[in-house]
């Protein structure tokens, strides 16, 4: 499993760009994934040619949730590439120049070894991908209850870790267990994780790479 931060907050090189927002491209269980697109399809495409990722090369689109900065480079990336399956939450409508959509309302299998929770409390989905450490999960800010986001992706495996927006989360405890922990864009107690957790913690960032075998 490889996966590149390719919008967010900060940037770890000056000829990416940041912006608020967060977006992800994974390589997992051979397929190429989008999770969100940022606020600002100029930017996403910006940073997905200085970073060598062709757009026309990703199969599946995950949206998780329908806020600008998760939604803002949704359609500037589906005319660079409308051959995609777009898995969205349903509170998600009017997305029409993909080659499929889906609307996930409920924890389900999108590819063997890739799953989403579905839709949480009516706000948010996120992604669970299988990897060797166990299954590492992609939010996209974490609106619904923590709990109920491990909760759920836990029935698809053990859990390695969290990548990706926590939001205002203080509850710290929750993440004890976990190998990973990868905040981004919109996380405002980062200093604090990183006391709590300082040898799962990681840096995110425009450009952070993450590989796991």
Known sequence: MRATIVYDNRTRRPDLEADW????YLEAQGHRLLFDTGGSGRILLHNLARLN?????????????????????LAAFLEQNN???????????????AREVVFAGQPEEIYPGIYTT?????VEQSLVVETSRGMLVFVGC???DMQ???????????LYGIVGG?????EYELLQGLDFILPT???RHREELKTRYPSQYREGGVGTFIEIE
């Open 185 to 187: 864009h919109c996380t």
């Open 53 to 73: 990722i062709d757009p026309t090369a990703v199969d599946t689109v995950v949206i998780s949730h329908n806020h600008f900065d998760h939604i803002g480079g």
């Open 166 to 170: 926590l939001h205002d989360f203080e």
């Open 142 to 144: 974490a609106h619904p």
């Open 118 to 122: 579905g839709e949480l409390e009516n």
């Open 148 to 158: 109920k986001i491990l909760q759920t992706a836990r029935q698809f495996g053990r």
């Open 21 to 24: 927002g967060f977006a992800c």
């Open 83 to 97: 051959r995609v399956k777009a898995v969205l939450p349903p509170s998600l409508r009017g997305v029409r120049h």
